[in-house]
């Protein structure tokens, strides 16, 4: 997992790939969780880029995606959101989602 930037973002949307991107904000605690959650699927998934955003640093994506609450992860193709994931239930549900 990797957090990026803004600009880090755009390029990686502009790739026209599969992106899985979590959206925090660093005072939620939930979002603690989630990530931690999100850290062990990344173990398992060793090849599978997680890109990490502070939301309050990417409004207007936030705004564009119709983001309703942290945390979200982000499941996008060729730039199109495909899923928006809200309730993280388990490190199982991730992985199945994720592989």
């Known amino acids: 997992m990797k957090e990026w930037n803004k600009k880090e973002l755009k390029l990686n949307l502009e790739q026209n790939k599969r992106n899985i991107i ?3 904000t660093p005072l939620c605690g939930t979002c603690q969780v989630a990530k931690k959650m999100l850290s062990v699927v ?3 998934l060793p090849t599978t880029d997680i ?3 502070d939301l309050n640093y990417i409004p207007e ?3 564009e995606w119709e ?3 942290v945390p979200c992860l ?3 193709e060729n ?6 994931i809200y309730a993280f ?3 199982e549900y991730l992985y199945n989602k994720l592989k």
């Open 89 to 91: 239930q388990s490190v």
């Open 42 to 44: 990344n173990e398992l």
């Open 61 to 63: 994506f936030a705004r």
């Open 51 to 53: 890109g990490i955003c």
């Open 67 to 69: 983001i309703e609450s």
């Open 74 to 76: 982000l499941i996008t």
């Open 22 to 24: 979590y959206l925090y």
């Open 79 to 84: 730039d199109i959101v495909k899923e928006k």
